[in-house]
């Protein structure tokens, strides 16, 4: 039985669809104006760890995920690369499809852009004028009356009164309260635009996602999700206009990911602390990256270190160790495993205690390896097959233990010396053979003896 936790409620709750076995899931995705940095990643991988645990559970899943190509920043950016934004949008999509490949990250059943749904959006507008949610001033925006949504504050538990405490409206602003928000903005010159009924002009931000979200999963759906930075204002703010607009509730479960943090800050590009994807996949293997992000929980937070690298990649070649030299063959035995790990993962998607599930069947996997090593295989495809649903543990051994060998070591010379000393061995030349080693060790070289026969790797 699947828990989650609801941001809405502040609780766990038994997760149950609105329509039998179906699940409909939106996350917000990005806004596309430069790479990705790997706060961006951690939402990614977060809301695919769901989509395969969804899945394998037996649910007939639909996964949303948004992308935002028109905003301030992405017109900031645009301008100063002197080129159009829907040309900077293009490349920051396919940068992004790139960094979600490298990551071992599903592609989303349905990726729509906002400037695909600007008809839907002023559908919506219109509504919410019409019930008197809405207004629009005469200067050719359009805002969204906060103080008669009376729900408001539901998510992020924040009070009406309080938020007004220290607003105030600026000085081209036309809004009859502080708090109340854009729906749609007029043009400024030099700016791209769509006609619409109050004017020429493009969306806010806000009203993306409620008309993005229910075109693609219908008025309400199952689950919402996103990075905890998007609790307050942003899916305070698709509430008030969705379930304004349609009379129902939007979204039933709330997800919220935990950030990045360098220092104990969020990374942000606002900050200007962050790493892109890119950047971090240069120096570390991708699956390291990708099992430091499944390894903490989704909703806490990741202290970005080389050190936690360092130790996401050591747990990796743990599990790498125990299936090298074991033939691929079907997962058998380990129920038990299956079933901790089940019980974890049903637990709110409980990665840290699955993750150390894999960790008692490697001990087990290496402790029978050598007396039984037809259970020991049908345990590393155990392995395997849990670690799928994390998105790790699908390479080759060798392959995962030997990257970043290219370019630092002759492997063509390393297996020759392998089999010189082999030879040596054979002949019983143990002096030959310890100065093979050490001469395979002065290369950079681990050799790890084995009954299956020597392998190796590239010393840490």
């Known amino acids: ?105 599903l592609p989303p059943d349905q990726e729509p852009r906002a400037t695909d749904h600007i008809a839907g959006m002023h559908a919506m507008i219109q509504t919410l004028i019409d019930k008197g949610y809405a207004y629009a001033p005469g200067n050719g925006d359009v805002y969204y009356r906060v103080g008669k949504f009376v729900g408001y504050g539901k998510l992020s538990r924040k009070k009406i009164e309080d938020l007004r405490i220290g607003a105030r409206i600026e000085v081209d602003e036309a809004k009859q309260d502080p708090l109340d928000f854009v729906l749609w903005k007029a043009v400024k010159p030099g700016e791209p635009s769509w006609e619409s009924p109050w004017g020429p002009g493009r969306p806010g931000w806000h009203i993306e996602c409620s008309v993005m979200s229910t075109c693609c999963l219908g008025e309400s759906f199952d689950i919402h999700g996103g990075g905890n930075d998007l609790e307050f204002p942003h899916h305070e703010n698709e509430i008030a206009q969705s379930e304004a607009a349609t009379g129902k509730q939007y979204a039933k479960s709330w997800m919220h990911c935990g950030m990045i943090r360098i220092n104990g800050e969020k990374m942000s590009k606002s900050l200007n602390n962050f790493f892109t994807i890119r950047d971090v996949l240069d120096k570390y293997h991708p699956e390291v990256v990708r099992y430091l992000l499944v390894s903490s929980h989704y909703r806490s937070s990741i202290n970005y270190s080389e050190d936690s690298l360092r130790e996401s990649k050591g747990a990796l070649e743990r599990f790498y160790h125990a299936l090298r030299g074991l033939p691929r063959v079907a997962a058998s035995g380990g129920e038990e495993y299956v079933e901790r790990f089940t019980v974890a993962m049903n637990d709110d998607f409980g990665t840290p205690e699955a993750c150390a599930v894999l960790f008692d069947l490697v001990r087990e996997i290496n402790r029978l390896r050598e007396a039984e090593p037809e259970v020991a295989a049908g345990l590393a495809g155990r392995l395997r097959e849990l670690g799928e649903l994390l998105g790790v543990l699908q390479l080759d051994a060798d392959d995962f233990l030997r990257a970043g060998a290219e370019g630092k070591v002759d492997a063509a010379a390393v297996e020759a010396l392998i089999q010189a000393r082999l030879q040596a061995r054979a002949d019983k030349n143990w002096a030959e053979s310890d100065r093979i080693r050490d001469q395979i060790t002065a290369m950079g070289v681990v050799l790890e003896d084995g009954k299956g026969g020597t392998t190796w790797r590239l010393a840490d």
Not at 3 to 8: A, W
Not at 70 to 91: C, P
């Open 1 to 105: 039985m699947l828990n989650i936790y609801n941001t809405l409620s502040k609780t766990k709750e038994v997760f149950t669809p609105l329509e039998g076995n179906k699940v409909r899931m939106y996350v917000c995705g990005m806004t596309v104006y430069d790479f990705c940095h790997l706060g961006h990643g951690r939402s990614m991988v977060a809301f695919d760890l769901v989509t395969r645990w969804l899945r394998y559970s037996g649910y007939d899943l639909t996964y949303v995920r948004n992308i935002t190509d028109i905003d301030d920043k992405i017109i900031n950016r645009a301008n100063d690369n002197g080129e159009s934004f829907d040309a900077l949008t293009a490349r920051m999509i396919d940068a992004m499809h790139e960094d979600e490949r490298r990551l071992n990250i």
